[in-house]
């Protein structure tokens, strides 16, 4: 048996298009939600943006001169496909780039160009900067998540830059950014200590990280009183791990347990992709490479739990947040686009994996208080993609939105047995699921089916619950491997459910390859 979150004694029948005509198995789900647990923090939703091939320039920033409809530079039809998804939060300038990034590049009038030593070697015009980053997420309704320049920059660089972005007196800095274009303080939620710092952002050991992050943690102040304590009190983020390196978390949270009154940290951060085994285009695949890719996600599982273990020791209270803020597929670049640009297709097989690391992290929604995709748009794992004055949405960004409902929402628990499939030396579940009660009172379900061959029946059972409505949507696809183009942009899109609630038996059947996402009204 496996927890999962579910509740619900009514009868429901789901039909999403031509289901396949073989018995779909029976996976019987027991159900109590009268015992909500922790929130789903809405930042495991969050994005990520970094200044790499055409995820920023193109992506977001086009110039005010644009003929592609944009506000001060900023393209509308990404903002408004943005806001649907109801963003938590942005992660920028990097990535890789953060600990290249110096901030006094990208403000002013007057800005130098640079090289972009981290991704090909590339022109940097710096016309995107801190007023346009924090334009964007102001537009798409997002909180900023600034990684400061822990690997080439100082303390004085990253604290002076807080100060630029947050004071509310008429500083150096802050005349110096009121006389370029703002008044008002910037509201920083979250800042990240570095990127990456046993790796590109300084080859560090963890010691010698730690070490670091005292210094960056003491000097990295928000200068705002509205930010410094409440809701608004801005986070700080250490950089965590990379994978399974298990010692790096116990360094890092074995030097917070000593901290002193002159430093603290929020969160640390936790870096995972899904890569193939070999490398390949994220389409074109055949199932056995799909099972492979589904079994290497649900390897996140693992590494959450090991290091929430290891947190759990030093931190028992849990103050501190873990955040996974680099996750997503992996792939060779799409033929013709240049390597350095991280430029590649998103499939359905893309949407499971995204809904397969949602459901971990709120099956860890007391640790794990946020997570960001690699990236918004045109790198890796994307939402949206771009060309030219083109706009496709991708599978990807319509799992997160069918997710928007599970923002904030708490868990209930939820028990089954998932069983099996196999494909050849893979054996993976048949079903992985969440649910929770939401702000708005509904009971929100998402049921994965795995499988790309077999529909899925459901069979909940929830004593003591009644319900006078039921909607949902479901994301499945003509193939696994289904995808959008400029072409055909909506090839792969969310159909709504058709749902019909009576007595107090229940029945979901679910298509291959799919995931569906429901929202149930409780009688009150």
Same mark, same amino acid.
């Given at each position: ?19 396949? /005509?073989?018995?779909a198995p ?24 970094? /200044? ?7 992506g ?11 506000? $001060?530079?900023? $393209? ?27 901030w006094?590049?990208? %403000? ?17 015009? @710096?016309?995107? +900067? ?18 400061? @320049? ?13 100060? #630029?972005?947050t ?6 800095? +802050?005349?110096?950014r009121?006389?370029? &274009? ?25 010691? =010698?990280?730690a070490?670091?992050?005292?210094q ?5 102040? @928000?200068?705002?009183?509205? !930010? ?23 360094t890092?949270?074995q ?17 995972? #992709? ?32 090991? /290091? ?40 359905q $097989?893309?949407?499971i ?13 007391d ?7 690699? !990236? ?20 990807? #960004?319509?799992?997160?939105?069918? #997710? ?7 868990? %209930? ?24 009660? +939401? ?11 795995? =499988?790309?061959r077999?529909p ?12 006078? &409505? ?54 009150k």
């Open positions: 048996m496996k927890p999962l979150w579910f509740a619900a004694p009514l009868a429901f029948a789901l039909s999403i298009g031509a289901l396949a /005509h073989a018995a029976d996976v019987a789900v027991t159900v109590d939600a009268g015992k909500p647990g922790p929130i789903i923090n809405r930042n495991i939703l969050g994005q990520f943006s970094e /200044h790499l091939g055409r995820g920023v320039y193109e977001i920033w086009v110039g005010p001169d644009s003929k592609i409809p944009n506000t $001060r530079g900023i $393209r509308n039809d990404v903002v408004a496909a943005l806001k649907a998804i109801k963003v938590p939060n942005v992660r920028w300038p990097g990535g890789c780039y953060a600990d290249e990034y110096h006094r590049n990208g %403000v002013g009038k007057e800005r130098p160009t640079t090289t972009n030593s981290s991704w090909g070697g590339v022109l940097e015009t @710096n016309q995107f +900067g801190t007023h346009e980053f924090m334009d964007f997420v102001d537009q798409i309704g997002a909180d900023a998540y600034v990684s400061v @320049n822990v690997g080439s920059g100082s303390p004085q660089e990253a604290s002076e830059w807080l100060e #630029y972005m004071t509310d007196k008429p500083s150096e800095l +802050g005349k110096l009121v006389a370029n &274009g703002r008044e008002k303080p910037f509201k920083v939620a979250m800042v990240g200590l570095g990127n990456e710092s046993w790796g590109c952002g300084g080859s560090m050991t963890a010691s =010698d990280y070490k670091e992050m005292r960056f943690a003491t000097f990295t102040k @928000n200068f705002n009183p509205a !930010q410094k304590s409440g809701p608004d009190k801005m986070l700080k983020v250490a950089v965590g791990a990379d994978r399974d390196d298990y010692g790096w978390t116990e890092v949270m030097a917070w347990s000593k901290k002193i009154y002159s430093w603290d940290i929020d969160a640390i951060s936790l870096h995972s #992709y899904t890569w193939p085994k070999k490398p390949e285009r994220a389409t074109g695949f055949d199932a056995h490479q799909y099972a492979e890719l589904l079994k290497s996600t649900l390897w996140m599982e693992e590494l959450v739990s090991k /290091h929430a273990a290891i947190m759990d020791k030093y931190d028992p209270a849990k103050k501190v947040g873990l955040l996974v803020d680099e996750w997503g597929t992996w792939f060779k670049v799409e033929e013709g686009a240049p390597g350095s640009s991280l430029y590649q297709q998103s499939t $097989r893309d949407a994996v995204a809904a397969l690391n949602l459901n971990i992290f709120a099956r860890h929604a640790r794990v208080k946020g997570a960001n995709i690699a !990236q918004t748009i045109n790198v890796l794992q994307a939402m949206i993609l771009t060309d030219g004055d083109k706009m496709l949405l991708t599978p990807t #960004y319509h799992l997160f939105r069918m #997710y928007t409902a599970f923002q904030d929402a708490k868990v %209930v628990p939820l028990a089954y047995d998932a069983g099996t499939y196999q494909e050849g030396d893979v054996t993976l579940p048949r079903l992985d699921a969440i649910g929770a009660v +939401g702000k708005d009172g509904k009971l929100w379900l998402s049921f994965t089916n795995l =499988d790309p077999q899925l029946k459901i069979t909940p059972t929830a004593p003591g619950y009644t319900f006078k &409505g039921a909607q949902g949507d479901t994301l499945a696809a003509d193939e696994m491997g289904a995808f959008n183009t400029f072409a055909a942009p909506t090839r792969v899109k969310p159909q709504p459910a058709a749902i019909k609630a009576a007595g107090s038996s229940a029945t979901l059947e679910l298509p291959p390859h799919s995931v569906t996402v429901i929202g149930l009204d409780p009688v």
